[in-house]
């Protein structure tokens, strides 16, 4: 038999869960359902010169496009370029570039 102090945290965890089924339920609606709604709203009020438009990429799709790396530049090209500058630093200041 469990106690209630056994429970609590499988009752913080099913808050947790509600609370961030709530908030994904809030961003569904202000970003697709608040879209169509205005969508329809500007078609049912203007016809065909409506100019609202539906979302035309998903959260999911534009997140992911907003953590694309900035620059094209690969890993290794910019730890190429850090070792020379180390390198250019170790040689300025006097010091050996390895430490033999």
């Known amino acids: 038999m469990s106690c209630p102090a ?9 808050m947790l ?6 908030s994904n339920m809030w961003a569904w609606w202000g ?14 009020l203007n016809g ?14 534009q997140y992911s496009k907003d953590n694309e790396p900035k620059y094209k530049e690969s890993n ?3 730890a190429v370029y850090e070792m020379k500058q180390r390198i250019n630093a170790l040689r300025q200041s006097g010091l050996p570039e390895s430490p033999d």
């Open 6 to 14: 056994d429970l609590e945290p499988y009752s913080k965890a099913y």
């Open 17 to 22: 869960e509600q609370k961030e089924a709530d």
């Open 31 to 44: 970003t697709y359902g608040l879209s169509a709604t205005l969508t329809a709203i500007d078609r049912a």
């Open 48 to 61: 065909n010169k409506a100019r609202a438009k539906y979302i035309e990429k998903s959260l999911s799709e």
């Open 76 to 78: 290794e090209e910019i």
